[in-house]
């Protein structure tokens, strides 16, 4: 394939257009002492876009995401953005790494050193992985589709750039959130491929009914937070372009957006929102959607999610390929049984998470690390 090299670049130009745009946003009308309760906390986004515009480092924030190598490889129709990190395992032991919405390959950058370079990291250098981080297809750095694409396309895309971009004949993939979702779809089509599969959160759910008490109490548990939790998921997955007219040139309304899923979705019983998720973390993700212009063809996820069929696995059918799960308490869906994970899934490790919310390898990247390392000395 022609894989050519990548580095983020700001287009300064543009830059400078976007901050006059935060500067210049007149913020709509609040309740009263609002807080989360109705959407992203008014005062925190004026203190983010002061931040934005007067303390957050764009060519700083452009040389962490340049940190690790990265390439752009065509596959199919599509250009594919990745990082391609090969450490100690020098080739062996590939890992895919894929992130969800509204997250970006930013995501793993607090894990990826530990992964490819374990004794850096108080590990062994046979724990180390090969790793390939990939934006997914519409989000980030990679090509816009031209029309939605979901979980089920992008797993046959991931898979060929693993093989033919790679060279990976055999791989492992980890995800949360679409990720997840990616990982088994690779899982269900193209297990000849994977060699196991690593989850933080449940998208594809099995061709079942509830049985058990305990299964029939995170049905409800699990609907009340969809409930809670979900619009944004049901506007996106069936009237994205009526979104998109209010978002798009619009970087503080698709902040906010972005904003409030990271609150919203983090694990704050023991840190505040600002010790999880300091404004620069925050503001480096969000330059990735609006630098790119990426938000809008990202949300189209979602609409393609229903034209795949993408978060039910077909009657009868169920993922054979070894699955570890990590079951961490993350606010945007309560963890389900292994006893349900085991009716649609071969699961071969189980892992109880005391910490760490919907974004895991970024909340608590320890826990992220050592379940990985664990996982990994099982995989044949």
């Known amino acids: 394939m022609d894989t050519r090299s990548f580095a983020v670049a700001w287009d300064e130009a543009k830059l400078a257009r976007l901050m006059r745009q935060v500067r210049d946003y007149r913020m709509p009308p609040a309740p009263a002492d609002a807080g989360w309760r109705y959407g992203c906390d008014p005062e925190f986004l004026s203190a983010l876009c002061a931040h934005w515009t007067d303390g957050f480092d764009a060519a700083a924030a452009a040389r962490v995401l340049n940190r690790y190598p990265q390439v752009i490889v065509p596959v199919g129709d599509i250009d594919i953005h990745a990082l391609h990190v090969v450490g100690e395992a020098e080739g062996r032991r ?14 793993f950058h607090e894990v990826i050193d530990a992964l490819a370079y374990p004794s850096r990291h108080g590990g062994r250098r046979q724990d180390a992985f090969d790793l390939v981080v990939p934006s997914l297809p519409g989000y980030g750095f990679s090509g816009k589709p031209t029309a939605p694409i979901g979980a089920r396309t992008t797993a046959r895309l991931f898979d060929t750039l693993m093989r033919d971009g790679f060279g990976y004949a055999r791989y492992s993939a980890q995800g949360g959130d679409w990720g997840a979702g990616v990982a088994a779809w690779l899982a269900l089509d193209h297990a000849a491929s994977v060699a196991a599969i690593h989850l933080n959160y449940l998208l594809v759910q099995p061709a079942a009914v509830p049985q058990t008490a305990a299964e029939l109490a995170w049905q409800q548990a699990h609907a009340g937070t969809q409930q809670a939790l979900g619009a944004y998921a049901q506007l996106q997955g069936t ?16 902040l906010a957006w972005l904003v ?10 023991e840190r505040p929102f600002a010790q999880v998720f300091p404004m620069d973390r925050l503001l480096t993700n969000a330059m990735i959607y609006v630098m790119n212009d990426a938000f809008v063809t990202a949300t189209w996820y979602y609409a393609a999610a229903a034209a795949e069929g993408v978060r039910r696995m077909p009657q009868g059918v169920r993922v054979e390929v070894p699955t570890a799960f990590a079951a ?20 071969s490790r189980w892992t109880e998470q005391p910490r760490g919310g919907h974004f895991a390898a970024m909340e608590v990247p320890d826990l992220f690390v050592a379940d990985l390392r664990e996982w990994g000395r099982a995989i044949a």
């Open 94 to 107: 590939p890992l895919l790494l894929i992130h969800g919405w509204p997250g970006s390959i930013y995501e």
């Open 328 to 347: 961490y308490p993350d606010p945007r869906s309560p963890a389900p049984p292994r006893t349900w994970v085991e009716r649609g899934y071969a699961v």
């Open 260 to 269: 409030e899923r990271f609150h919203d979705w983090a694990d704050l019983r």
């Open 239 to 254: 009237r994205p372009q009526s979104l998109a007219y209010a978002m798009a040139d619009n970087p503080v309304a698709q």
